[in-house]
């Protein structure tokens, strides 16, 4: 059964870093390209960061402030965010590109 349980969620305030995990099982990690995504409430799901086991990109609204990972040996892929911001509050997915099934997500809320 193909897994991808994410964790690392938590509220901070602006200006600080959290770093979030999507454990991966069930499927052959190195063939397949790892996706971040979040959804804000109200808005549609956005993809946030994307990491193949050749290169790696971040959307425009994150650059410079997070960075996105992968431990092949672990079947884990990381976002490290820095420097998060109220617009940066939603449920952070991560799924196998082209998106399966979503999981439950975990909550990042960015507040004073």
């Known amino acids: 059964e193909r897994q991808l349980v994410e964790s690392g969620g938590g509220s901070v305030q602006p200006g600080g870093s959290l770093t979030l995990s999507c454990a991966t099982s069930?499927?052959?990690?190195?063939?397949?390209?790892i996706g971040w995504f979040r959804q804000a409430p109200g808005r549609d799901r956005e993809e946030v960061s994307c990491?193949?086991?050749?290169?790696?990109h971040v959307a425009d609204s994150v650059k410079g402030r997070f960075t996105v990972s992968r431990d092949n040996a672990k079947n884990t892929v990381y976002l490290q965010m820095n420097n998060l911001k109220a617009e940066d509050t939603a449920v952070y997915y991560c799924?196998?590109?082209?998106?399966?099934?979503w999981g439950q997500g975990t909550q990042v809320t960015v507040a004073s």
């Open positions: 069930g499927f052959d990690f190195d063939d397949y390209s």
């Open positions: 799924n196998k590109l082209p998106p399966g099934s």
């Open positions: 990491i193949s086991t050749r290169d790696d």
